[in-house]
Nanobody, 121 residues
């Protein structure tokens, strides 16, 4: 089994910044792609950004500029830095990862439980 645990969500004022973290643990051989999604109340879950094990990144067009994804392969951790937060960024932020597990060796997709980000004055 593999677990993804997000942290860093908080109540912040508009214009503020946050750094979210997601740590993977368990029967991990390697992690290929890691990504961040969010889901606002009444809306579908949307992809924000992803990063592969070589550090190549992809961002949703609407997220370019204020969002920065990074990862520490040694710690099996992915980060999302969000700057100039706006009320419309209020959502639950989820981590996602494609993981090669050990015993048995297989590629599976995992989700974290989510961390709440609320932007309000």
């Amino acid at each position: 089994q593999v677990q993804l645990v997000e942290s860093g969500g908080d109540l912040v004022q508009p214009g503020g910044s946050l750094r979210l973290s997601c740590a993977a643990s368990g029967r991990i051989f390697s992690i290929t792609t890691m990504g961040w999604y969010r889901q606002a109340p009444g809306k579908e879950r949307e992809l924000l950004a992803s990063i592969n094990d070589s550090g190549s990144t992809n961002y949703a067009d609407s997220m370019k500029g204020r969002f920065t994804i990074s990862r520490d392969n040694a710690k099996n951790t992915v980060y999302l830095e969000i700057n100039n937060l706006k009320p419309e960024d209020t959502a639950v932020y989820y981590c996602n990862a494609d993981v090669w597990t050990t015993l048995p060796m297989r590629l599976r997709n995992y989700w974290g439980q989510g961390t709440q980000v609320t932007v309000s004055s």
